[in-house]
C-alpha cells in the first residue's frame, strides 16, 4: 500500500519529549518559573512564526502541480506534522505545569525544588547540582530533573547532612555541603 494512504499514529504524540522521563503517576509537574516562560515562548514561536512560514512554503508548493516529487511539499508537510506535535506536547505540558518559585526559600539550608547543592561524594569529589523540572532540567549544565534519583535522595536534606544514594553498583554515601536559591526579585 502506498504510504499515501497510510494514516500516522496518534501513539508518538510526544515523540518530542522522547528521552524525559513520564511524569510520576498523580505526580505534579514542577517547574520554575524561568523554565514555563521558556517553554512558553517556543510555543508561541511555533504558533506564531515557525508554523505560518512553513504554511506558505507548502501552499507554494503545492500550487507548483506535481506534488508527488516536489521536495518543498514533502519536507513542508512533514515539517508541518514536526511542528504540529511539538505544540501538541507543549501545550499538554504547559497546562499541567505548577509552577513552582525556588527563591521562596532563599536563605534555607535545607533542599527543596530549585535548589543549587554542591555535595561530596565518598570519594571526595565535590559536585554541583541545580534542582529542575522534568521539561528544563539540562543535564549538560548541572541540572537534574526533581524526579531524577540524586534528587529524590537529596530533597529534604540540610546541609551537613549525609544521605544514602542507591546506584547500580551499590549504595553510596553523599555529604551536602552547601545549599542555595535564587534571591526573591524586589
Do not use: C
Not at 501552499?59 to 515539517?79: C, I, M, Q, V
Not at 544521605?163 to 534571591?183: A, D, F, H, N
Amino acid at each position: 500500500m502506498s504510504k499515501a494512504f497510510t494514516k500516522e499514529s496518534d501513539a508518538d504524540d510526544d515523540e518530542d519529549g522522547a528521552g524525559l522521563p513520564p511524569l510520576p503517576a498523580g505526580g505534579k509537574n514542577y517547574i520554575t518559573p524561568q523554565g514555563y516562560a521558556r517553554l512558553r515562548a517556543e510555543l508561541l514561536n511555533l504558533i506564531d512564526v515557525e508554523r505560518p512560514k512553513v504554511v506558505e512554503v507548502v501552499h507554494w508548493a503545492a500550487s507548483n502541480g506535481d506534488r508527488s516529487e516536489n521536495g518543498d511539499y514533502l519536507y513542508g508537510k512533514k515539517r508541518l506534522r514536526e511542528i504540529d506535535r511539538r505544540i501538541r506536547f507543549l501545550t499538554k505540558r504547559l497546562d499541567i505545569a505548577e509552577v513552582a518559585d525556588p527563591s521562596a526559600h532563599h536563605g534555607s539550608d535545607q533542599i527543596f525544588f530549585g535548589a543549587t547543592v554542591t555535595y561530596a561524594t565518598s570519594r571526595g569529589e565535590e559536585r554541583t547540582i541545580t534542582i529542575k523540572g522534568i521539561d528544563e532540567a539540562d543535564h549538560l549544565a548541572g541540572e537534574v530533573s526533581w524526579i531524577s534519583p540524586i534528587a529524590r535522595a537529596l530533597l529534604k536534606a540540610r546541609e551537613g547532612d549525609e544521605v544514602v544514594l542507591p546506584t547500580p553498583g551499590g549504595t553510596e554515601t553523599l555529604e551536602v555541603i552547601e545549599v542555595s536559591y535564587p534571591p526573591k526579585d524586589g
